[in-house]
């Protein structure tokens, strides 16, 4: 069955870093682009980033700059590098994977900014 499983949340302190991976299985990654959103308390759900399956990025402006989307086809993992973290940053970060209409969700993991 579709699986994609984030890891890499966490506490990080204002101006940090952290790196979230998601490792999926049970569908052809690479024929899927890959994306990160995120979703604060009371907030909707927003696209953060997102890697085509050619490799073509794009990101929300809040986060260019500062945020950085990968893939590696051969694992099957699409990575989220976070530099110079923002408090506004906190959320449930979720994985996606994208094609045409269809999609499959992660269970999202939680990245808190704080000092």
């Known amino acids: 069955q579709v699986q994609l499983v984030e890891s890499g949340g966490g506490l990080a302190q204002p101006g940090g870093s952290l790196r979230l991976s998601c490792a999926a299985s049970?569908?052809?990654?690479?024929?899927?682009?890959m994306a990160w959103y995120r979703q604060a308390p009371g907030k909707q759900r927003e696209l953060v980033a997102r890697?085509?399956?050619?490799?073509?990025?794009n990101y929300a402006d809040s986060v260019k700059g500062r945020f950085t989307i990968s893939r590696d086809n051969s694992k099957n993992t699409v990575f989220l590098q976070m530099n110079s973290l923002k408090p506004e940053d906190t959320a449930l970060y979720y994985c996606?994977?994208?094609?045409?209409?269809?999609?499959?969700w992660g269970q999202g993991t939680q990245v808190t900014v704080s000092s």
């Open positions: 996606k994977a994208e094609r045409f209409s269809s999609g499959y």
């Open positions: 890697i085509t399956t050619g490799g073509a990025t």
């Open positions: 049970g569908f052809i990654f690479s024929w899927y682009a």
